[in-house]
């Protein structure tokens, strides 16, 4: 079970870890992870503003957004500003696909800088 995997990461107090759902059909999994170390994970992949504060609820300390939020390397500053208002921006990471395919994170700012 998931949540017997992630209560490993509270035993050894290592917060911020990311659960990531890829592709349709890993709710329940992600919500099963989440609740062995509640408000210590981060949970990502299909948050919506609809659903976002269900995983809020279920566990996850934070929610990860990419590309409900990034499209054609422009901010969806409408849906952005949805997000905020389900869970609020602290609550909010922003993941950023930075030049070259890089990564990083805006987190919990409610506005990631500018995408190039």
């Known amino acids: 079970r998931p949540s017997e995997f992630t209560a490993m990461y509270m035993a050894d107090a290592l917060p911020g870890g990311h659960v990531i759902m890829l592709g349709p059909g890993n709710e329940d999994a992600a919500k099963d992870a989440l609740a062995g170390f509640p408000g210590g994970l981060h949970v990502g992949g299909g948050i919506r503003p609809e659903n976002a504060m269900e995983y809020i609820e279920a566990g996850a300390s934070h929610v990860i957004v990419t590309s409900f939020v990034f499209s054609g390397g422009a901010v969806q500053w409408d849906r952005l500003r949805d997000l ?10 922003c993941d950023v696909a930075g030049p070259g395919g890089g990564r990083g994170a805006a987190r919990g700012s409610g506005a990631p800088p500018p995408v190039p």
Do not use: Y
């Not at 905020?84 to 990471?93: N, S, T």
């Open 84 to 93: 905020v208002a389900a869970v609020g921006k602290d609550r909010l990471v």
